[in-house]
């Protein structure tokens, strides 16, 4: 009967162990797919294609900065610049992809290609980011303070260079944002791709191994031959590429780049790249994961607007659930 009893116990624990483990690894899964369904219910207009292309193709550019942040945050660091690059890179790229016919600033007319602004769009981003990277690794600046500068100081270049929205933009640059193959939209398309060369980036090569080690612990990276500078280095300044990226797709999106633009957006890429699992304490985390977490804040905007639900509740619901997504991550860490 004792051996009996100690087996049925050993079964429970395995079970249970399974289960544990199950939704450790599907649950944000099962969240996404139990918010699609309470709202398909609660709204006739949620779950048709157009709405759902919808969803994906306002979360695109957050969704490229949650996936620079997932980087950054899997070091054990922090960015808070991101949506003041995003804005920087908009107006600097709009500036140099408006129609002939436009007069909005001096560089109005410049017939340049589309490849261009696109160019100087990333490589402000990239810029911006190795700028971040240098202060934490050389300067040894907290993260969180570096950028918090760069948040502020990119912002006020943005605004300097121009205080108006920039519009009358060139078709090929629109197509950035609007534009669709075999109807997918294109900023779908360009979201999915780095979501892809990412994941393979961070799980198939020594650079992603070094970005994990890192998070996971610094010290022991260090005595381990990793260069930790370089690393850090190299993940803010892909962070702040895919902020500029991010700049080209939301200003093409809206037909506009404004200063004003990307306000507060970082805070949503950290909650997508935290409810995702991404760990804050470093080292622990997933592109896939964080995909979903910006699906979910995707979901939960579009369907809460849908019913008609005031802003300020969205935000509070939206605060609430980042609450309680690190409340899960450190009780995870325990």
Known sequence: MASKAAAENVGKDRTWESLNLFLNKYGIVLILLAMLVAFSLLSEGFFTARNIFNIIRQISFMGLIAIG????????GIDLGSGSVLALAAVLATSLAQLPESATLKYAGLSVPIGVPVLVALLIGALTGWVNGALISRFRIPPFIATLGMMTVARGFALIYSNKPLSQLTPEYN???QGAIAGVPFPVIVLLVVAVLTHIMLNNTPFGRYIYALGGNEQAARISGVNIDRVKIGVYTL????????????????????PGQGVGIELDAIAAAVIGGTSLSGGIGTIWGTIVGALIIGVLDNGLILL?????????????????AVIIDQRKNR
């Open 69 to 76: 942040v997932t980087m950054v945050i899997l070091t054990g």
């Open 175 to 177: 197509f950035i944002g």
């Open 239 to 258: 962070a702040g590429l895919l902020s500029g990226l991010a700049g080209l797709v939301v200003s093409s999106r809206v037909g506009s780049g404004q």
């Open 308 to 324: 008609n639900v005031d802003q300020y509740w969205i935000t509070i619901v939206k605060g609430t659930i980042i609450v309680v």
